[in-house]
Structure formats: structure tokens, C-alpha cells
């Protein structure tokens, strides 16, 4: 998956969006976009501690799949800023909005730009019970009896 064309696609899906980024399974920024006319918030080491701590709760969440499934994102509100977090297979996008922006709206937009929307629960396969594979065993067992002769 191309992640610098990613983010230059969502950057260009909503004018509210302010910065982009992808961070792998272990916490690195592996691609990042920002807009050009945005203002950067925090300075270069407070935007790492702000990763550190999303990729944290990224991997502090996913003790809890068992119970309730799959995170899909997560949406942080704070006066200045919003942060969206998508979590697809091992990565986590990380995008900053505008404030007062839809953010539901994005995060639903931001889903579609990648194909695929969060994943849902396949239905279970069911196994052949013990029965049925008997009943397949004395079938075949019987087909290739051959008459003794004497």
C-alpha cells in the first residue's frame, strides 16, 4: 500500500484536515503529510510524545479484542485540535483536524479512500461433526471391500 499517496488523498478529501501520518506496529511514523497553510501546534518533540502516546494506546486497547472486538478509530477532541486515529491491519492513521470540523464525516470519507471499511465479523465456518466424518469413513471403508476367494 502506497501510504504517501494516502495521505496526499486525504489531505486533498477535506479542507479541515491539518496534518496526516501513518505509524507502523511498532510506533514509527513510516509516511506524514501536513497542509501547507496550517500552522504547526506543537514543536518537533511534543508531536513525538503525541505519537508515542497514540501508538501506547493503540497497543494498550488491543488487550481488550478479545472482549469487545476490534478497534476500528478513535476520535480526540481538544480546543485546539482534533485527532482522528484509524486502525488498519498493522498500521494506525493518525490525522489532526480543524476544531469545529465534522469529524464523523471525515473518519467516514477517510474509510472510503482506503477501500475497505472497518472490518466486520465473519460468520463462523462450521466444522463436520464427528458423526459425519464417520459416516464419509465406512462409506469408503465398504466401497473397497472386495469379495475373498477361495
Known sequence: MDFKKLCSDFLKSHSKIRFVGVLDSRGYLIAQKNRDVSTALLSTDEFKMLLYYTSDIWTRVQNLQHKLGKVKDAITNYENASIIT?????????????????????????????????????????????????????TTKKASRRPVRR
Open 86 to 138: 484509524l486502525f488498519f491491519d498493522k498500521n494506525l492513521f493518525f490525522i489532526s483536524t480543524d476544531p469545529n470540523s465534522n469529524n464523523s464525516k471525515i473518519t467516514s470519507d477517510l474509510w472510503k479512500i482506503i477501500g475497505k471499511k472497518p472490518t466486520k465479523k465473519k460468520p463462523l465456518r462450521r466444522k463436520p461433526t464427528k458423526k459425519r466424518v464417520a459416516q464419509k469413513r465406512r
